[in-house]
C-alpha cells in the first residue's frame, strides 16, 4: 500500500527493506512512546524512503541517532526550544525534518505532523495524516 502511494507522487522513490517487528519495539522503548499505527505499517512494509534525493522517511536505525541527537545535543539547548514535544521521522533533505506532535510522552493525535525549519526553529503545521504528509512532501519544491 504505502509503495504504490509514494510512486504515485514521486517516480524517482527508493524504498528500504522492511523493517522487524522487533526494530519497531526497540524504537519505541527507546523513546518510551507508541509509534501511529500508521508510521509502523508504512516501517513494516519499507524500513525508510528517500525521493528526489530527500530521505522523506528515515529507518528505525536513523529515527533513533536522529531524535537522541536532537534531544541531548548540549548547543542545541541554546540554539531551539526543546525537542522532547517532537518525534522526527524523516527530512526534506535541506536540512528542515518532519515531525510527529508529542504531548505527555505521547503521539496521541497522528493529525499533527510538523515540518521543523533549522533555521528559524519554526515549527510548522505540515499534513494531517502520513498519507497526506506524501502528497505535500513530494510537491512542496514544485
Known amino acids: 500500500m504505502w509503495?504504490?502511494?509514494?510512486?504515485?507522487?514521486?517516480?524517482?522513490?527508493?524504498f528500504s527493506e522492511p523493517a522487524s517487528e522487533s526494530d519497531i519495539k526497540r524504537l519505541e522503548e527507546t523513546f518510551s512512546l507508541s509509534l501511529p499505527e500508521e508510521?509502523?505499517?508504512?516501517l513494516l512494509e519499507c524500513n525508510g524512503v528517500e525521493a528526489d534525493y530527500a530521505p522523506?522517511?528515515?529507518?528505525?536505525?536513523?529515527?533513533?541517532?536522529?531524535?537522541k541527537s536532537f534531544r541531548?545535543?548540549?548547543?542545541?539547548?541554546?540554539?531551539?526550544?526543546?525537542f522532547d514535544c517532537l518525534f522526527f521521522f524523516g527530512g526534506d533533505g535541506g536540512g528542515?525534518?518532519?515531525?510527529?506532535r508529542v504531548l505527555a510522552g505521547q503521539i496521541r493525535d497522528t493529525?499533527?505532523?510538523?515540518?521543523?525549519?533549522?533555521?528559524?526553529?519554526?515549527?510548522?503545521w505540515f499534513a494531517s495524516s502520513l498519507?497526506?504528509?506524501?502528497?505535500?512532501?513530494?510537491?512542496?519544491?514544485?
Open 3 to 14: 509503495r504504490e502511494l509514494v510512486s504515485e507522487h514521486c517516480e524517482d522513490a527508493k
Open 39 to 42: 508510521l509502523k505499517s508504512f
Open 56 to 67: 522523506l522517511v528515515w529507518s528505525v536505525a536513523e529515527m533513533i541517532e536522529q531524535n
Open 72 to 82: 541531548e545535543h548540549e548547543g542545541f539547548a541554546e540554539l531551539y526550544m526543546p
Open 96 to 100: 528542515d525534518q518532519f515531525a510527529y
Open 111 to 124: 493529525s499533527w505532523i510538523f515540518r521543523w525549519e533549522h533555521e528559524s526553529d519554526n515549527r510548522e
Open 131 to 142: 498519507e497526506q504528509f506524501f502528497e505535500n512532501a513530494v510537491t512542496m519544491n514544485d
